[in-house]
């Protein structure tokens, strides 16, 4: 992604900086990286509130406004309830992990026990849609960049192991959702949940102020 105005950072710095700050560590490079592909598949996506941000942007931009200054005001617009389903998937993913660390039970059983729990409510846990949804590729994409970075932890395992199991128990398939996908992540990188709107708003900032490279 190249910026409009060159004394922009580029993107993989961006989100360095962002995860950093809304996390519980100093992000890594590597780290940097792939919360930089997870923020550009959310800008690319420009469904929801990116959406509404990018109108607000080009709406100020015609009626004569600077660029900058239409950056600001499409901020103004941004949704102050944005990334529910991340932060409800995050909190689910994190009270499993708990659970899974006080136990002593092998992490296929201990995940058949929380999935009968759940057997009620569907789909069963936060993160999940049926097996039939419409194909993304873009969680089993997340997985596989997180395995050959070394960044995937013990929540993106977990959720990894409940997937294979749900037809087990329940015989019928969930899968991670894209939402799914990225809480898993986000839970291991240690960023907090109340931080994830401020985060999604930085796939808004890149929607603003880069445009695409081809072959990107």
């Known amino acids: 992604?190249?910026?409009?105005?060159?004394?922009?950072?580029?993107?993989?710095?961006?989100?360095?900086?962002?995860?950093?700050?809304c996390g519980k560590h100093t992000f890594?490079?590597?780290e940097g990286s792939i919360l930089e592909w997870a923020l550009l598949q959310i800008a690319l996506d420009g469904s929801g509130p990116v959406s509404e941000v990018l109108r607000s942007y080009h709406s100020t931009l015609l009626a004569g406004a600077e660029w900058y200054s239409a950056v600001a005001a499409a901020f103004l617009q941004t949704p102050r309830i944005w990334g529910s389903d991340i932060q409800a998937a995050m909190s689910s993913f994190e009270e499993i992990r708990r659970e899974y660390r006080n136990s002593d039970e092998a992490v296929f059983l201990f995940a058949d026990r929380i999935?009968?729990?759940q057997s009620g409510q569907v789909p069963p846990l936060p993160g999940f849609v049926p097996g039939s949804a419409p194909d993304d590729l873009r969680p089993k994409r997340l997985l596989e960049l997180a395995d050959q970075?070394?960044?995937a932890g013990e929540t993106l395992e977990l959720a990894k192991v409940f997937q294979d199991r749900f037809p087990h128990i329940l015989k019928r398939p969930y899968k991670l959702s894209f939402s799914g996908s990225l809480a898993a992540l986000f839970c291991d990188l240690e960023i907090m949940i109340d931080r994830i709107p401020r985060l999604l708003s930085v796939a808004a900032l890149i929607s603003l102020i880069f445009k695409p490279v081809k072959g990107h």
Do not use: V, W, Y
């Open 115 to 117: 999935i009968t729990r």
């Open 1 to 21: 992604m190249t910026p409009i105005d060159p004394l922009f950072p580029d993107t993989q710095s961006i989100a360095q900086l962002i995860g950093s700050a």
């Open 149 to 151: 970075s070394d960044i």
């Open 28 to 30: 890594s490079q590597m």
